[in-house]
């Protein structure tokens, strides 16, 4: 069972370069995730989507974009790549209920320098 | 004020040991909580579920929510070095499907 794939697994960017996090599930879910998680500082929502063509702002969506074109893909788009950047990035997804359980992917380790 | 506060520890246990981990949380909508374990180098898995108040036993795992004091504990008996890991607590509302998340507390299981 595939569940939340995510690619690349590790990137090395150059301050200024730009790159896309690919994010893709089986699970036809409608809801879609994008985490990133800093050492001792949990997990901060970037950008989550409702559903095909829907997107929103989370918590901490600065230098970042996604689309969501179809229900299985919500890839997230870095911009002029910092320093900032440099995390490890989670995509998620969940069928959509209150409290529902959220499946993670197993991460993107992002080094920018 | 975080809306979600968790000690990151680390905490060192020998084998056998219990685990007490913990959380405290400012928000009195939520009734959903979650207890998350990561593996190193891996995403987050749900491992316990509560709704609302009371306890929940899943082998030798025990959940705890007390929404009068706002704080959540999770308990790990008989712990393995399997156990391992970082904890994560979450939480969210009835209305909400995102979820806040702790800081995790990074556990190790010494042999």
């Known amino acids: 069972n595939a569940g939340v794939t995510q690619t690349p697994k590790f990137r090395i960017l150059k301050i200024g370069q730009s790159m896309t996090l690919q994010c893709t599930q089986d699970?036809?879910?409608?809801?879609m995730y994008w985490y990133r998680q800093d050492p001792g500082m949990g997990l901060k929502l970037i950008y989550y989507?409702?559903?095909?063509?829907?997107?929103d702002k989370g918590e901490v969506p600065n230098g970042y974009n996604v689309s969501r074109s179809t229900t299985e893909d919500f890839p997230l788009r870095l911009e002029l790549a910092a320093p900032s950047q440099t995390s490890v990035y989670f995509c998620?997804?969940?069928?959509?209920?209150?409290?529902?359980?959220?499946?993670f992917g197993e991460g993107s380790w992002l080094t920018v320098v | 004020q975080k809306e979600v506060e968790q000690d990151p520890g680390p905490l060192s246990v020998p084998e056998g040991a219990i685990v007490s981990l913990n959380c405290t949380y400012s928000?009195?909508?939520?009734?959903?909580f979650m207890w998350y374990r990561q593996y190193s180098r891996k995403g987050p898995e749900l491992l316990m579920y509560?709704?609302?108040?009371g306890n929940k036993e899943d082998g030798r795992f025990t959940a705890q929510v007390d929404k009068s004091s706002k704080y959540i504990s999770l308990f790990i008996r008989d712990s393995q070095p399997s156990d391992s890991a970082t904890y994560l607590c979450?939480?969210?509302?009835?209305?909400?499907?995102?979820?806040?998340f702790g800081a995790g507390t990074t556990v190790t299981v010494r042999a």
């Open positions: 998620a997804s969940s069928v959509g209920t209150a409290g529902n359980t959220i499946y």
């Open positions: 699970m036809n879910h409608n809801y």
């Open positions: 989507s409702v559903g095909a063509g829907i997107t």
């Open positions: 928000n009195s909508a939520f009734q959903y």
């Open positions: 509560t709704y609302s108040s």
């Open positions: 979450a939480m969210t509302t009835v209305n909400d499907y995102k979820l806040s």
